[in-house]
C-alpha cells in the first residue's frame, strides 16, 4: 500500500516534515518513505490510499491503561463523594472488578479499543483485573484485541485484596498467558507480569511472583507504586520502608518494569527507580481525578529517566492526555517553562515507542523503512506555517482524537474516514449497556 500526497511528519530520531509526502507499507513494515511523485513512480502498481493533503504520522502507544474500568462511566455508587484515593479503590473500583464476568470483561474491553481506532492509538499496554473471573481473562482479551486489529500488552493485576486463593489465580494467569503470548508469536499481542499496587501486595506474594517470573525466564513487572500519600504511608507504617525502597528489596524493579504513577516518592526513591532504569508511567488526567498530587516528571526528566505516558483507562484519547500534562506541570510549579511542547512530545513519541519497541521487537514511532506500520492520518489544516521546529506546539494546542481520520495497524487500514468497517460499533455499544447494567447491579449488590 502506498500512502500518497501526505503531509507526512516521521517523527524519530530525526524528525522530517515531507510536504506532498508518501509512505510505502509492505506487509507489516514501513519500506519507503519520499517525496509522492518519487514513490509513484518507482511503485506504479502499488495500491493508493490518498492521504488528500492530511497530516501523516505514527500512531500512538499508551503506556498504561485498564480496559476494565469502562463501566464506570456514569456508574452511580451509593453513599457521600469519595475523600480520598484508598476510599475509591475500596468503593468503587475493587467492587467493580469483582462484578465483572466472561462478558463483562470482553465488552469493557471493545469499547476502549474502539475508542483507540478512533483516536488513533495503535498500541495499547493494559492492566486488567476481574478477580471473580481470572482463569482465562487474558484470553478473552486477546480475542478482542485480534478482532479489533490493534496491538497490545496484556497482564493481570495480581493482589492480595480478595485473598490467597484469588492471589494465586493472578500469578496463574501471568504465568500462562506469558507462556501463551510466546507460542503465539503474535506480532501485535504481547504479555507481562501484573501486579496491582505496592500496597495490595504482601511481600511473600511479591517473592513469590519474582520466583514464578524467574521460573518462566521472563523480566518486568507492570505495577502501581506511590499513588499518592496513602501508598507511602501504608508502606512505612507495614513494612519500615517507603514504596519504592520496598519493591527494590523485593526485586521488582528494573529495565523492563512499568511503574505507573511514583508520584509520593523522596529524592533517593527517584534515584533507585532511575538506577534500576524503570519505565515510570504518567497519567495526569487520573492523577488529578484521584486528588493524589502531582508526579515530579519534570525532574525525572532532567535525571533522563524512562518517562512514559498513559491514560489510565481514561479515554484513549493522547492528544488530550497531553495537553493536560502540558498544563499540569506548569500550573503545579507556577512556572510556564516546564515541560515544553518539544519534550512531551519526546516523551509520547519516542519513549513510548521504545517501550512498545521492548514488548514487539521492532521499532515504533517513526515513519522510516524497517519500522512497524503503525500509522494514522489527521485531517489538520494548519492555520499558521507548520514545519518541523513548530509542530510540538501544533500538536499541543491544534490536535485532538476526533481528527484523526484513518488508522492504520501493521499494515491493515483499521479506520478509513472515521468509518470502522470490521466492527459493527451500534451493536457493541448496544450490548455494552445491556452488560454494564448487570455488572453494576453485581456492584450495587455489593455495596448494599
Ligand atoms: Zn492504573
Not at 38 to 56: I, N, S, W
Not at 185 to 208: C, E, M, Q, V
Not at 247 to 270: C, K, N, S
Not at 361 to 382: H, N, R, W
Request: with cysteine; aromatic share 8%.
Amino acid at each position: 500500500m502506498l500512502i500518497t500526497n501526505g503531509r507526512v511528519l516521521t517523527f524519530g530520531e530525526q524528525p522530517r516534515l515531507i510536504e506532498n509526502g508518501a509512505v510505502l507499507i509492505q506487509d507489516e513494515r514501513i519500506v519507503a518513505v519520499d517525496f509522492s511523485h518519487v514513490l509513484e513512480e518507482k511503485y506504479p502498481t502499488e495500491e493508493r490510499l490518498d492521504a488528500q493533503g492530511m497530516l501523516v504520522m505514527p500512531g500512538l502507544v499508551v503506556s498504561h491503561t485498564h480496559f476494565y474500568g469502562t463501566f464506570a462511566r456514569g456508574m452511580y455508587i451509593p453513599g457521600p463523594p469519595m475523600k480520598d484515593f484508598p476510599e475509591i479503590l475500596q468503593r468503587l473500583w475493587w467492587p467493580l472488578d469483582r462484578a465483572l464476568d466472561e462478558e463483562g470483561v470482553r465488552y469493557s474491553a471493545y469499547v476502549p479499543m474502539l475508542d483507540a481506532i478512533r483516536y488513533g492509538a495503535t498500541t495499547l499496554i493494559d492492566h486488567h483485573a476481574s478477580n471473580r473471573f481470572i482463569d482465562g481473562s487474558l484470553d478473552v482479551i486477546a480475542d478482542v484485541v485480534q478482532e479489533t486489529g490493534l496491538r497490545a500488552v496484556l497482564c493481570y493485576e495480581v493482589s492480595d485484596r480478595d485473598g490467597l486463593e484469588v492471589a494465586l489465580a493472578g500469578i496463574r494467569e501471568n504465568v500462562r498467558f506469558i507462556k501463551k503470548a510466546r507460542d503465539m508469536a503474535n506480532p501485535r499481542i504481547a504479555a507481562t507480569f501484573g501486579l496491582h499496587a505496592a500496597l495490595t501486595l504482601s511481600d511473600d506474594t511479591l517473592d513469590r511472583c519474582v520466583a514464578e517470573a524467574e521460573a518462566i525466564s521472563h523480566r518486568g513487572f507492570h505495577i502501581h507504586a506511590a499513588e499518592g500519600p496513602a501508598d507511602r504511608e501504608h508502606s512505612l507504617a507495614t513494612y519500615g520502608l517507603p514504596t519504592i525502597e520496598r519493591l527494590a528489596q523485593r526485586g521488582i524493579l528494573g529495565p523492563q518494569t512499568i511503574v505507573a504513577h511514583a508520584i509520593d516518592i523522596d529524592a533517593w526513591e527517584m534515584a533507585t527507580l532511575r538506577e534500576a532504569g524503570v519505565w515510570v508511567s504518567h497519567q495526569p488526567r487520573s492523577n488529578m481525578n484521584n486528588g493524589v498530587g502531582v508526579a515530579d516528571i519534570p525532574t525525572m526528566l532532567r535525571g533522563h529517566m524512562k518517562v512514559v505516558l498513559g491514560n489510565d483507562g481514561f479515554s484513549n484519547d493522547m492528544f488530550e492526555e497531553m495537553r493536560v500534562a502540558y498544563l499540569l506541570h506548569k500550573s503545579a510549579r507556577n512556572d510556564p517553562r516546564v515541560l515544553p511542547a518539544d519534550q512531551l512530545l519526546d516523551i509520547v513519541m519516542n519513549n513510548n515507542a521504545s517501550l512498545a519497541q521492548q514488548f514487539f521487537g521492532q521499532p515504533f514511532g517513526t515513519l522510516e523503512p524497517g519500522a512497524v506500520a503503525d500509522v494514522i492520518l489527521v485531517d489538520y489544516d494548519p492555520p499558521t506555517p507548520l514545519s518541523v521546529e513548530n509542530f510540538p506546539w501544533h500538536i499541543m494546542f491544534g490536535f485532538d482524537g476526533r481528527k484523526v481520520d484513518t488508522t492504520i495497524v501493521a499494515g491493515r487500514i483499521l479506520m478509513r474516514h472515521g468509518a470502522i468497517p470490521h466492527l459493527d460499533a451500534e451493536r457493541i455499544y448496544a450490548r455494552s449497556r445491556e452488560v454494564a447494567q448487570q455488572v453494576w447491579e453485581r456492584f450495587w449488590a455489593q455495596s448494599a
